[in-house]
């Protein structure tokens, strides 16, 4: 390959991967208060609501989908066994790990 081509196609390729790298934060506006990226969580009776800040999603009648960093804590104390689902307290009979999650 030419000196010349080289150096084009390394360039473009150095170009396009910085145009194509994916956003590393959600960007908020200092100028914006808070309250205009909340959501009335009756907005979204899907959304569950867990203990120390987790969230998930219901999927069905009984079962709740989240990251199992979510749970991992919920795990070892049973009385934080609960998620709230459209603003009622629900109680969580079983959490379920994937396998070999540490």
């Known amino acids: 390959m ?3 081509l080289k150096f084009f ?3 473009a390729l150095g170009i396009c991967s910085v145009l194509s790298a994916p956003a590393s934060a ?3 506006r200092n100028d914006v208060s808070d309250t205009r990226y909340r ?3 009756q907005a979204i009776p ?3 609501d867990l203990p120390y800040e987790g969230h998930g999603t219901l999927i069905a009648p009984a079962w709740v989908v989240t990251a ?3 749970v991992r804590y919920m795990k070892d104390h049973p009385k934080d066994w609960f998620v ?3 603003g009622k307290r629900r109680a969580v009979a079983r ?3 994937y396998p070999g999650y540490e």
């Open 2 to 4: 030419p000196p010349k």
């Open 9 to 11: 196609v390394i360039g």
């Open 26 to 28: 959600i960007v908020r």
């Open 39 to 41: 959501v009335d969580p």
């Open 46 to 48: 899907a959304l569950a």
């Open 68 to 70: 199992a960093h979510a």
């Open 84 to 86: 709230t689902i459209n």
């Open 95 to 97: 959490i379920i790990l």
